[in-house]
Structures are given as C-alpha cells and as structure tokens.
T-cell receptor
Framework: GQQVMQIPQYQHVQEGEDFTTYCNSS?????IQWYKQRPGGHPVFLIQ?????EVKKQKRLTFQFGEAKKNSSLHITATQTTDVGTYFC?????????????FGRGTQLTVWP | DTGVSQNPRHKITKRGQNVTFRCDPI?????LYWYRQTLGQGPEFLTY????????KSRLLSDRFSAERPKGSFSTLEIQRTEQGDSAMYLC??????????????FGEGSWLTVV
C-alpha cells in the first residue's frame, strides 16, 4: 500500500544551525504537503508542492519536490526556538489528486538555545 | 473562530464504556476526515465524508467505531466498548477538495481519549 517515509525521526540542533528533513514515497505522488505540529498541538498546514522539481520558500523554510515526484525535503536555515515541533509530509492516495492523505511518521525537531 | 472545532477536547473513560466525539468543520468545506494519532506517530486515516456520504473507511476502523455526518455539516465519531488501545488523539479535519485547489486539509485541535 501507499507509504510515506520520513527521516530522520528526531533531530536536535543548536539555535542558528540548519535543519533538513526528507520524505520518500513508494509511489509517484500527484502532490505533497507539509505540516507542522507544535508540542501538544495539532498539525498545521504549511505548504503544498505540485510540480516536478518545484521549489518553494517561506522565509527561512525551503521546500523541494523531487523530479520524479517521489521525494521531498524541507530545509530550515538558521533555526530558531520557534521552529520546535514535528514536521510531517503527506501525500494523497496512489494515483489520486484528491484522495485521502497519507502522513509520514514525522521528524521531531528540538532546538537548543 | 471559523476553524475546525472539536469537542470534547479531553475525555477519560473506563474500559468498556462508549464515547462520542463531535466535529464541526470549516463551513464551506465539502470533505470531513477523521484521523487518529498516537505518541510519536503521524496521523492515521480512519474515515472521510464528502458532504453526507461516507466514502472510505480504513481497515483500522473496527466494528466498534462508527462515524456519521447526517446533514453534511458536523460529524460524530462513536467508539463503543472502549479498549485501552483506543487511547489516542482523535483528529478531525476538513477540506475543500477541488481539482483546481487540491486537497489541503485543516485539522481541528483534536480530542484526547484516555481509556483506563
């Protein structure tokens, strides 16, 4: 079945260091979405990538969608304590644009001041 | 507040009791989802509705679980004869699924269930 794998599961960085999380799918995705969940909170939508090779930026966050549309990454430059949380990628059901989303296990980011 | 609303936010129940959670989605959204999340895991899909029709149910959803969305607006998720393994956060989400906009889902704050 559809699987979305994320690595690493945990990442501890010092404030100011960069952070990257990787997402891989067993099948080609029509799109990929990224969510952030703060400790004790709920997942909050960050961004959606649709096109092969697409790169989008949100301030210090850079999102990439692979050329084959089977992998994606989120890179945070110069982390801050406000970046703490778990970052999830999610892709729709196989071959679907509007199907239910499958979530990865997430990468839990801890930032030391 | 026009976001997804869930209640109760926390529920502690004894094993064997029934519990019901309610979700009010974003009003203009046509889809409503239920996910379950346990510690250290991503949200796991349970079921979803398009308007009032329940279109898909996960194999994770045993016979003890039932979800309804009677008028295509709010939804309820009932768990009968709760077991300790049901302890989790139950997340409701909604989306306006269109070919143009895709299917970005917006989560509520979740309902935490503890079965003792």
């Amino acid at each position: 079945g559809q699987q979305v794998m994320q690595i690493p599961q945990y990442q501890h960085v010092q404030e100011g260091e960069d952070f990257t999380t990787y997402c891989n799918s067993s099948t080609t995705l029509s799109n990929i979405q990224w969510y952030k969940q703060r400790p004790g909170g709920h997942p909050v939508f960050l961004i959606q990538l649709v096109k092969s090779g697409e790169v989008k930026k949100q301030k210090r966050l850079t999102f990439q969608f692979g050329e084959a549309k089977k992998n994606s990454s989120l890179h945070i430059t110069a982390t801050q304590t406000t970046d703490v949380g778990t970052y999830f990628c999610a892709g729709p059901d196989r071959g679907s644009t509007l199907g239910r989303l499958y979530f990865g296990r997430g990468t839990q980011l801890t930032v030391w001041p | 507040d026009t976001g997804v609303s869930q209640n109760p936010r926390h529920k502690i129940t004894k094993r064997g009791q029934n519990v019901t959670f309610r979700c009010d989605p974003i009003s203009e959204h046509n889809r409503l989802y239920w996910y379950r999340q346990t510690l250290g895991q991503g949200p796991e899909f349970l079921t979803y509705f398009q308007n009032e029709a329940q279109l898909e149910k996960s194999r994770l959803l045993s016979d003890r679980f039932s979800a309804e969305r009677p008028k295509g607006s709010f939804s309820t998720l009932e768990i009968q004869r709760t077991e300790q393994g049901d302890s989790a956060m139950y997340l409701c989400a909604s989306s306006l699924a269109t070919v143009r906009s895709g299917n970005t889902i917006y989560f509520g704050e979740g309902s935490w269930l503890t079965v003792v």
